[in-house]
Structures are given as C-alpha cells and as structure tokens.
C-alpha cells in the first residue's frame, strides 16, 4: 500500500490525459486516485489522505479548478499542481496567488511533471532537511519573526502565521540569507527546484504573497525588497539586536535568546 507522501490525485475532465499519468505515475513509483469532474475531485481532496493533488483549471459543472483550489487550501495543507493551457498566463497567475504550490501548462513532458511532482513533496515533507541550513531543529528569530524547522511553524509578533510550503521555504532562505540579495534564478531553483524561464513569473508570486502575509515593519517598511531585474533582499532588522550577528546557537542548531 503507498504511503501517503505517495498517493496522487489527479483532477482532470480528459480521460484519455489521466489514463496516460495513471500508467506513466504508477511507473514512476507512485499510487494515483483519479477524478473526472470538480465536485467529486473536491469531494476526494477534502479527505486529506493524498500527498499531492494534480489540479487541472478546466473542469466541468459548477466547479473548475478554481474553485475547487480555494475550497481545499481553505481546508487542507495538501499541495496543489495546477495544469493551464498554453499560454494562459491569467490562470497560472489566478492559480498561485490562491495557494497553488506549481503549474504546468498542457501539453507538457510526464517527465517535467514527476520531477516537479517530487520537488514539490520535498517542500511538503516536514521531516525534510532545511532548505539552507541543512539543520531539521534550527530556529530563526530576526525581528519579530520566529521560524522553526523543526514544527514548521512562524510566528509574527508572537501570533502563527499560516504559510503554504512553498513559501515557508521561501522564508527560510530569506532569514538565512538576511541583508543579502538573492535572485530570482536561485530562488527558483532552490525553492522551487527548476530553472528560471523567461516569462516564469511563480516566484514573484509566492514572493508577494508572502509579503501579504508577514505585513511591513512597525516602523512601516517592507521586509521583502525588489531589486529591479535582480532579485530580492530580506531586509535587515531596524532595531539593534535582533540581527543574524547578534544570535547565539546551540550544538543542535537551535537559537538561545
């Protein structure tokens, strides 16, 4: 039986597309469920027993893909890959902003879906090795911002703060590599385990969304800075003392106050 870090679900109206990834996933080493319409893939979804959910945006009946994106990330932690058609920058735009982990435009390459498949399991798995660090209990504290590795949780001022996978990740390279400009191309690949393409526009999105989520500063600046045509910066704590510099950590990897 597969374990649940193995099980797909795919949500997907061509039967033909969805026998063709049942053959090929199963091939690869994974279990796969398949649902034809929006209603019963959300039905599906909302259990919680998938690993992964292979989401297309064109769905039959009162729900597409939208649709029932919003109910299950509302509802669940699952990972979500959308499939857009070609060229439909608007649907792969609309899907990230509401929770999507990935896209994939039709027509595409099984072999390109499985290695986003995997990469985004690795984000999910929250025994995996840390992104930066490499350290599973490390903690971070820069500001009024917490995150720890080990359960997977943030906090903002004392309060969690819900973050999808993607953009847990994406913090945690951001604390790592405070004060620092890191670029869209090792954001990218690090975070989302692909190279950067013209007109890939997925880290920018989880990078605002994230934005939304921590808010700015009291002192009313952004956290996160644009550096046009580069990247990003994570910037440095106003208030002394609660920069990278002035943090001690134990033999575990764990920050001491």
């Known amino acids: 039986m597969a374990t649940p870090a193995e099980l797909i679900l795919v949500i997907d109206d061509d039967r033909v597309l969805s026998e063709l990834l049942d053959e090929y996933l199963v091939r690869e080493g994974f279990a796969v469920e398949t649902a034809y319409d929006g209603e019963k893939g959300m039905e599906k979804a909302l259990t919680g027993k998938y690993g992964i ?16 994106l919003k109910e299950v990330r509302a509802r669940t932690n699952t990972p979500v890959l959308m499939l857009t058609a070609r060229g439909e920058d608007v649907d792969r735009i609309a899907g990230l902003e509401l929770g999507a982990d990935d896209y994939l435009a039709k027509p595409f390459n099984p072999r390109e879906l499985v290695a986003r498949l995997r990469a985004i399991l690795r984000r999910a798995n929250s025994d995996a090795v840390g992104i930066a660090t ?5 903690r971070y504290k820069v500001g009024d911002v917490e995150l720890d590795m080990g359960t997977r949780t943030v906090l903002r001022a004392g309060a969690p703060v819900e973050l999808t996978a993607v953009e847990f990740s994406l913090l945690e390279i951001f604390l790592y590599k405070m004060g620092r400009l890191i670029t869209r191309d090792e954001l990218t690949k690090t975070v989302l385990g692909r190279i950067l393409t013209p007109y890939d526009r997925s880290i920018d999105v989880h990078v605002s969304k994230l934005r939304k989520k921590l808010g700015q500063e009291n002192s009313g600046t952004e956290r996160i800075k644009s550096i046009r045509g580069s990247g990003y910066i994570y910037v440095l704590p106003q208030s002394p003392g609660q920069g990278m510099d002035n943090r001690q950590y134990n033999g575990e990897g764990n920050v001491k106050k």
Request: net charge negative; charged share 20%.
């Open 53 to 68: 959910i292979v989401l297309d945006v064109m769905l039959p009946g009162e729900h597409d893909g939208f649709a029932v």
């Open 134 to 138: 490499g350290v599973k209990s490390f």
